[in-house]
């Protein structure tokens, strides 16, 4: 909010050394755009994810400007420079689900400009992230920039690079070794919570330990997408760093999310379920192994499993979030104002004292109840719940329904869009979608990259209804019936024929 205080100052306040400076700061993000129009922007995207890794940090690596917000920019200004229509070979359909996502974020700026939230720091960018403004947008236009199979192999480069990232800083913070850990912030104890677990550059266990996850099962899916013995060998060290940093962050809402995704999204595929045995197996061994060997880890480990402070946190929150739903069922107390509220609803309850004072609701979903009400929260679940469906059930369910009556084997028809190679992407989303929801139980989960991952994958696996193939159309002016004489030619010369024209994108 202080860089946009800083442009509106420079509109306001029309000096000459203003008018000077916001002329040269217009210049400047032009010749930005323009440079990075000549990149792909499916790689401008897939760099602004990676660097959402350090969002609200990066003042502490020493860098001034949140350069995950400057490449977002850039990735979606490169998009409107080209032209949607000269990038991607889908077009944008608008659905009902869209209109459903923007009435539930119309909804939470509505509650945080009644709150006044919304205009400070902590309540506009969690309104950006939290709640999902950059979440719906990724959704949105993830079809545009991964809609081909060889442009979502361009992003499994980016994720599999975050994942061995995240799993090599997880396992050093594991084994305290901090002096391999860059940025030098992330080992610094006194930036952020939680250390000498593993926290990663978010700086909280519990948004890096999905953000792992989901590195994880993006190698899982580069497996099936890659032969190269090298490349493959990389993808499976990089998973196994990733099963330690899991471990690592000492976190009950991780380990319970990443055995149950892991499991149900295994189980759901013949190729994969024969994994789920052997995996399970290799996974208690490492595990028992390194317990056994490491007695400061081993209480560590005792410690975190016996810890009641969390539990009493999760307790006295989520009694108050109830209790601010039984009085205020229908607005809330506005958008990212529990923190402000809820000394006033906590009450002494028996067995445990009053903890979690100033911390936010360790439940998303009675957050969303407590903070904008229960059509607030019905919005955000219909818009949520509709971009699951369509992600995980392609196919038409008329079809399906005929299926079952007719007792047909045959599968559903799908989508006349569908891509067969998002297959295991779906396969990704049940599991990340499972992960997300345990830990949304028992987490704030407020970072933006965790929101961003989740969003990103079901908008890649929604696309063949979100968007549609854009119709290749003959490249010639002649739409007469008659067909045309062939054409003569010398000895040596080849005729082109209509098969050979490359397409034209409209």
């Known amino acids: 909010?202080?860089?946009?205080?800083?442009?509106?100052?420079?509109?306001?306040?029309?000096?000459?050394?203003?008018?000077?400076?916001?002329?040269?700061?217009?210049?400047?993000?032009?010749?930005?755009?323009?440079?990075?129009?000549?990149?792909?922007?499916?790689?401008?995207?897939?760099?602004?994810?990676?660097?959402?890794?350090?969002?609200?940090?990066?003042?502490?690596?020493?860098?001034?400007?949140?350069?995950?917000?400057?490449?977002?920019?850039?990735?979606?200004?490169?998009?409107?420079?080209?032209?949607?229509?000269?990038?991607?070979?889908?077009?944008?359909?608008?659905?009902?689900?869209?209109?459903?996502m923007l009435s539930a974020a119309a909804w939470?700026?509505?509650?945080?400009?009644?709150?006044?939230?919304?205009?400070?720091?902590?309540?506009?960018?969690?309104?950006?992230?939290?709640?999902?403004?950059?979440?719906?947008?990724?959704?949105?236009?993830?079809?545009?920039?991964?809609?081909?199979?060889?442009?979502?192999?361009?992003?499994?480069?980016?994720?599999?690079?975050?994942?061995?990232?995240?799993?090599?800083?997880?396992?050093?913070?594991?084994l305290h070794i901090y002096r391999l850990v860059l940025p030098s912030y992330i080992a610094n104890p006194n930036y952020g919570i939680q250390f000498g677990r593993a926290r990663g550059p978010i700086l909280e266990s519990t948004g890096d330990g999905f953000s792992v996850f989901v590195g994880a099962v993006a190698c899982a899916i580069g497996l099936t997408t890659w032969r190269r013995r090298g490349v493959r060998l990389f993808l499976l060290g990089t998973i196994t760093l990733d099963v330690l940093t899991l471990f690592f962050t000492l976190t009950r809402s991780v380990w319970i999310a990443t055995v149950v995704g892991s499991v149900v999204g295994l189980l759901l595929h013949p190729r994969t379920r024969r994994v789920v045995l052997p995996a399970l197996v290799a996974g208690t061994i490492v595990v028992a192994g390194m317990l056994a060997v490491s007695t400061s880890l081993r209480n560590h480990v005792i410690g975190r499993t016996e810890a009641q402070s969390p539990v009493w946190d999760r307790q006295n929150t989520d009694l108050a979030a109830l209790k601010i739903v039984s009085e205020h069922p229908i607005f809330g107390v506005g958008w990212e104002n529990f923190v402000n509220v809820s000394p006033q609803y906590m009450v002494q309850q028996k067995g445990y004292p009053i903890t979690g004072i100033g911390i936010e609701v360790h439940n998303v979903f009675l957050s969303h109840a407590a903070e904008l009400g229960i059509p607030g929260l019905l919005l955000w679940l219909l818009a949520i719940g509709g971009a699951a469906r369509r992600a995980l059930l392609p196919w038409r369910l008329r079809d399906l329904w005929a299926t079952r009556l007719n007792a047909v084997r045959a599968p559903p028809r799908l989508h006349p869009d569908a891509d067969p190679d998002l297959e295991m992407w779906r396969l990704g989303v049940v599991a990340i979608g499972l992960a997300f929801g345990v830990i949304a139980d028992l987490a704030p989960f407020s970072q933006a990259l965790p929101n961003t991952l989740l969003w990103l994958f079901l908008g890649i696996a929604a696309s063949p209804y979100t968007s549609t193939l854009r119709r290749p159309v003959r490249a010639t002016a002649d739409l007469s019936t008659r067909a045309p004489a062939p054409p003569e030619r010398s000895p040596g010369t080849t005729v082109v024929q209509d098969g050979d024209l490359r397409p034209v994108y409209l």
């Open 1 to 100: 909010m202080s860089r946009l205080h800083f442009l509106t100052t420079l509109i306001t306040h029309p000096s000459v050394f203003n008018l000077v400076l916001l002329a040269f700061l217009g210049v400047v993000s032009l010749a930005a755009l323009y440079l990075m129009s000549r990149v792909e922007v499916t790689v401008l995207m897939v760099v602004a994810i990676v660097l959402e890794m350090f969002s609200g940090n990066w003042k502490l690596a020493g860098i001034p400007i949140p350069l995950d917000r400057v490449a977002l920019i850039l990735a979606l200004g490169a998009l409107i420079i080209k032209g949607p229509r000269y990038v991607s070979q889908r077009k944008l359909v608008v659905r009902p689900l869209h209109l459903a």
């Open 108 to 174: 939470c700026a509505a509650s945080g400009l009644a709150a006044g939230t919304i205009t400070g720091h902590l309540g506009f960018y969690a309104f950006l992230d939290r709640f999902g403004l950059v979440p719906f947008t990724m959704f949105l236009v993830a079809p545009l920039y991964f809609g081909t199979a060889r442009q979502r192999r361009v992003l499994l480069v980016g994720l599999a690079a975050m994942a061995f990232y995240l799993g090599f800083t997880g396992v050093m913070e594991g």
